[in-house]
């Protein structure tokens, strides 16, 4: 089995800062694409930046400049560095990632449980 963690979320007062951490553990043979997802009360969930495993990233356009991704192949780990936090910025943040746990298997997608961000203004 599979599981991504999640970690870091909390309170934190516009302009502030947060890190978020995910590790993959379990039995994982490779990992393609890390992502980092949230959801805003009453809104769809949306992605907010994506790593490949060669290290390419890619942001949404609400967070360019403030946000980082960043990964660690070693310790299967992604990590979304949140700067200049705004309070638009609140949701529930989820990673995602395309694993294969044995070389016989194809790819799956695996989904965190969430950790809320809060920013209050």
């Known amino acids: 089995q599979v599981q991504l963690v999640e970690s870091g979320g909390g309170l934190v007062q516009a302009g502030g800062s947060l890190r978020l951490s995910c590790t993959a553990s379990?039995?994982?043979?490779?990992?393609?694409?890390m992502r980092w997802y949230r959801q805003a009360p009453g809104k769809q969930r949306e992605l907010v930046a994506v790593i490949t495993s060669g290290g390419f990233t890619n942001y949404a356009d609400s967070v360019k400049g403030r946000f980082t991704i960043s990964r660690d192949n070693a310790k299967n780990t992604v990590v979304l560095q949140m700067n200049s936090l705004k309070p638009e910025d609140t949701g529930v943040y989820y990673c995602n990632s395309d694993l294969r746990s044995s070389a016989n298997l194809g790819w799956s997608a695996y989904w965190g449980q969430g950790t809320q961000v809060t920013v209050s203004s």
């Open positions: 379990g039995r994982i043979f490779s990992i393609n694409a």
